[in-house]
């Protein structure tokens, strides 16, 4: 818990720059535009922007926020130091860095000899003096500067004397934050401590010595050692008061540090103020809403965010979490906009069911034999191959039926679907004819699909949609099918998942056959059925669904 006597602790995100260089990540000029504005609204002090001047889609950003500012963060245009042997006044880079408009730029140079030599093929001096013709031209230019030292860490631990030259050139020029990168992600956590402590002396005398004021130091983590995270929080405990990071830990090869996971641990654990508690509570959705936009499927697992982070699923665990849930959880979920999920499995036990019926706005007594019988029911069912705590649209249902409270409203009378292969053509065509009855009445349907579950999908809202035009809303978002049992060949048992939603939740309901298109038909349909329960019983369901902020993101139905 922060308070106004907190002390503060400033994020720099970097999900638009070095975020972008995960492999498969691509964003368009509007992609960033939606993440810039999400994060302006969770109140991140500093947002890097990407590097104007570099590709023509940066160049229209920074143009895009000239003319719409952001209401509450600054900013931030990214940039190298000045090429060898010219001069910071004269190139062509940094007229576009000036051209973009930001009050600050973030300017990296090298820390490690290595790669003065062998990667800008230049001397040690002409680095140094890159550094600060750089800097001062910004700052003449009446920009505030951020200095990124890369790969600092290494370059300290092959040449500290030099590395540490680099610094004092930066200071000299006026630099305002000295970031300190590991950018291999190789350093340990007593080691940045080590390092941080040194620059944090060094940097005192090297300011006092030309009178004037200490930079502060900041840190930016790779998570090439899984270690971003510990290694950030080391850097803050050793002095640094800037964090570099991106939303979920995107980055180039294993990843950046995850503001995620860095924000909840920095202002819950160690009392810094980084982010408002009403912001602090949007963190969850902010993670989700970024994951769908840059089209990424969110980590289910991922610590404070994920939609497993407060999820217990052993009976004990959930009998102990009912009465407090300090026994089994770190935080309250609440406070970064999570919440608690009871798992249902064959390793569930009463508690669960009971505790999974009260999300469902069902209060069910241990003493009740339908509660038993629920138990027994999803055991007996898991044994067969179905696995519940992956489709908890598909425990409901089941738990209405037990309680005698699931309503019918379509009966499936029968199923066919055709498959043309045509040589040559990657795709199927498909055509699925339907009979389904509705309030007595006898429909015929048929529709085509590329595959045979889509063309099964789509005969079936095309049946009913008439009778519930809310069907027209639902979309088939995500379909998995897993072989059970492969040594038994093409009579093997198929699980099918199918995620479904309308716009403000997703919900997942499986099936299960020895025919893939049974299992499928299975799932699909429980899929549409789940959903039309949440237009005729919204206060019980709606209370274990997560509705859309603003943005128009959804998220992961429990």
Excluded at 22 to 35: A, F, P, Y
Excluded at 349 to 358: D, I, T, Y
Excluded at 368 to 383: F, G, H, V, W, Y
Aim: charged share 20%; hydrophobic share 40%; net charge negative.
């Amino acid at each position: 818990m922060t308070t106004n006597s907190s002390p503060q602790l400033w994020l720099y995100d970097t999900t638009l720059r070095d975020g972008t260089q995960r492999e498969g990540l691509s964003v368009s000029i509007e992609d960033k535009l939606r993440i810039v504005r999400r994060l302006d609204q969770l109140g991140i002090p500093f947002i890097e922007g990407g590097w104007p001047g570099a590709n023509p889609k940066d160049v229209q950003f920074f143009w895009q926020l000239q003319e719409d500012p952001l209401k509450h963060s600054e900013i931030v245009a990214f940039c190298s130091t000045r090429r060898p042997h010219t001069n910071a006044a004269s190139e062509p880079m940094l007229q576009a860095i000036l051209a973009a408009g930001t009050r600050w730029v973030t300017v990296f140079g090298k820390s490690w000899d290595l790669h003065v030599t062998t990667g800008l093929k230049t001397t040690l001096e002409e680095n140094l003096a890159m550094i600060r013709d750089t800097i001062e031209y910004l700052g003449s230019q009446g920009r505030r500067v951020i200095y990124d030292a890369e790969h600092w860490f290494d370059g300290y631990k092959h040449n500290p004397d030099y590395a540490l030259k680099t610094l004092a050139a930066a200071i000299a020029s006026g630099a305002e934050w000295l970031v300190l990168c590991d950018t291999n992600g190789g350093t340990l956590p007593h080691e940045v401590t080590e390092i941080v402590q040194a620059v944090n002396r060094h940097s005192s005398l090297v300011a006092d010595k030309a009178q004037m004021e200490i930079p502060q130091i900041g840190i930016h983590t790779h998570n090439d050692s899984d270690l971003a995270v510990a290694n950030a929080l080391a850097a803050v405990m050793a002095g640094a008061r800037m964090v570099q990071g991106t939303i979920n830990g995107y980055g180039e090869r294993c990843g950046n540090a995850n503001l995620c996971s860095l924000i909840p641990n920095l202002q819950l654990k160690l009392g810094y103020s980084c982010i408002g508690e009403d912001e602090l509570a949007q963190l969850t959705e902010a993670s989700r809403f970024v994951s769908e936009v840059v089209n990424l499927a969110p980590d289910e697992h991922a610590p404070f965010v994920g939609m497993s982070a407060f999820a217990h699923k052993g009976g004990i665990h959930v009998s102990a979490v009912e009465r407090n849930p300090l026994t089994y959880e770190h935080i309250q979920p609440e406070q970064v906009g999570n919440r608690r999920r009871i798992v249902i499995s064959e390793q569930s036990g009463l508690s669960n069911v009971l505790a999974k019926a009260r999300t469902l706005g069902i209060e069910l007594d241990q003493r009740q034999p339908e509660a038993r019988q629920i138990l027994q029911k999803m055991k007996d069912l898991e044994s067969e191959g179905y696995q519940f705590e992956a489709a908890e649209a598909s425990f409901a249902l089941l738990m209405y039926e037990a309680l005698g409270k699931r309503r019918q409203f379509f009966e499936i009378n029968g199923f066919q679907v055709h498959c043309d292969l045509i040589a040559g053509k990657e795709t199927t065509n498909s055509l699925a004819t339907i009979k389904v009855s509705v309030n007595g009445e006898n429909i015929l349907e048929a529709a085509e699909g590329i595959g045979p579950v889509a063309a099964l999908d789509a005969a079936l809202r095309k049946a009913l949609v008439k009778f519930y035009p809310q069907i027209a809303e639902f979309e088939l978002t995500d379909y998995k099918v897993r072989i059970l049992n492969g040594n038994t060949g093409t009579t093997a048992k198929t699980r099918a998942l199918v995620q479904s939603g309308n716009g403000h939740q997703r919900w997942t309901t499986l099936g299960v056959s020895t025919n893939i298109l049974e299992a499928s038909y299975q799932a699909v349909v429980a899929g549409l059925e789940y959903g039309l329960l949440l237009y005729s019983q919204p206060k019980a369901l709606f209370i274990s669904s997560e509705k859309l902020k603003s943005q128009n993101t959804t998220v992961s139905e429990s």
